[in-house]
């Protein structure tokens, strides 16, 4: 069966609700993510090294107005030893996050790259929020190979709405994004399924964006409420007025990771810990086979993993590290996949999309 993607064709799977008739676009999606990138599954070790965060972003639990959460901030040597896990188990790159912690600094980021690359020869991927170009360059030049920085939802007013500026640094995170790959990051970016005020036509938008981003990498995750946050205190209050709200949860985010498998065929797509979250039981398993080949299994350390809590109930929470090894190893073959062996760069230029 060939599946185009027009806007009307992506509305139409956007809206549909009709299981027998989805069995058509899942695999559609797996077909065309076998061609594309493969079975393997590739793995990115992820580092979780501050919770500090200068933000006020209203749907996330880290945001600097939650006063009532303890801060971490990991050692040089804490980094090191998790890169060293990453290796060790047999992973092609670890991803340093974090809040936007200006704690972490130009100098100590660069070094920690450069000892990361001195010592394991992996992939770095940072993704450190809105930082300045210097940083990003310095960044760079100390050998980081990818940046992800979700840009959320395209519709700029809903972004502005939910992601204050910092101070007079206006928030444009697509010109971010490209201006990164200029520097010859490969870059990843993403956004959050159902987050309050978001319409059917801003998924459609979305999934345009990364198309013509032609983005390396591409995270869906379901926004799931945080308690502690604006957005999870009162959504209907401040979005009463939206029309054709999306819903969030698994169905909507698994759509949204199939189509951009179509969009996008050779981009590499994480089965996300959000998804993960919501169905336990084999969210992970499912993103898997309708679409994504990127799983990124948790390297933070256990005492700080339960204070990284963007939103409630996050899956794998004090597992250590070789557990959610062994926990994702398990699950990859449990669905006849491969762990991927070696970094899992980009297949870039996604042209073209059939099945
Ligand atoms: N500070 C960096 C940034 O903003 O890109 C990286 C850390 S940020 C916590 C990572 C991602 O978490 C965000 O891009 C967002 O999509 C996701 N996130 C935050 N709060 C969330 C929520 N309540 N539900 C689902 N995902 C959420």
């Known amino acids: 069966m060939l599946f185009t993607t027009t806007p009307d064709d992506l509305l139409h799977w956007l809206r549909c609700t009709d299981a027998t008739e989805l069995e058509q ?37 880290i945001a600097k ?5 303890t801060r971490y901030r990991m050692t040089t040597e804490e980094v090191l030893a998790a890169a060293n896990d990453a290796l060790a188990m047999g992973y092609g790159t670890v991803v340093m996050q974090a809040g936007e912690d200006y704690g972490l600094t130009r100098t100590w980021v660069a070094d920690v790259i450069r000892q990361i690359k001195a010592r394991t020869g992996l992939a770095v991927t940072l993704s450190l929020g809105e930082r300045p170009e210097a940083d990003l360059a310095a960044w760079k030049e100390a050998g980081a190979d990818r ?4 840009f959320e ?16 640094r206006p928030s444009d995170r697509i010109a971010q994004l490209k201006r990164m790959r200029e ?17 059917f036509a801003d998924l459609i938008n979305d999934l ?6 032609d983005l390396d ?20 209050g401040i979005f009463a007025d939206t029309t054709d709200q999306v819903p969030t949860g698994e169905l909507i985010t698994l759509k949204l990771v199939a189509l951009t498998r179509l969009v996008c065929p050779r981009a590499n797509i994480p089965s996300t810990t959000a998804l993960a979250t919501i169905n336990k039981q084999n969210g992970r398993e499912l993103g898997l086979q309708r679409g994504a080949n990127i799983v990124m299994p948790n390297l933070t350390p256990v005492r ?27 699950r990859i073959r449990s669905i006849g996949r491969i762990p991927g062996q070696g970094p899992g760069s980009a297949i870039n230029r996604n042209v073209g999309a059939s099945a």
């Not at 345009?208 to 981003?213: A, Q």
């Not at 004090?318 to 190893?329: I, K, N, P, R």
């Open 217 to 236: 990498m591409i995270g869906i995750g379901p926004y799931l409420p945080h308690p502690a946050t604006p957005l999870g205190r009162d959504a209907v």
């Open 304 to 330: 700080y993993r339960a204070l990284y809590e963007i939103y409630p109930s996050k899956a794998c929470i004090d597992e250590t590290a070789e557990q959610c090894h062994a926990c994702l190893g398990g």
């Open 147 to 150: 940046y992800l920085m979700r």
């Open 65 to 69: 107005e939650h006063t009532e959460l």
């Open 183 to 199: 520097l010859g990051y490969e870059i990843g970016s993403g956004i959050m399924a159902g987050i309050p005020g978001q319409t």
């Open 153 to 168: 939802t395209s519709n700029r007013e809903l972004f502005s709405k939910i992601h204050a500026d910092f101070g007079k």
């Open 208 to 213: 345009e964006t990364f198309r013509t981003l």
């Open 25 to 61: 676009l899942w695999a559609a999606a797996d077909t065309v993510r076998r061609d594309n990138v493969g079975d393997e599954v590739h793995l990115r070790g992820l580092i979780e090294v501050s919770n500090h965060c200068v933000r006020s972003c209203t749907y996330c639990g």
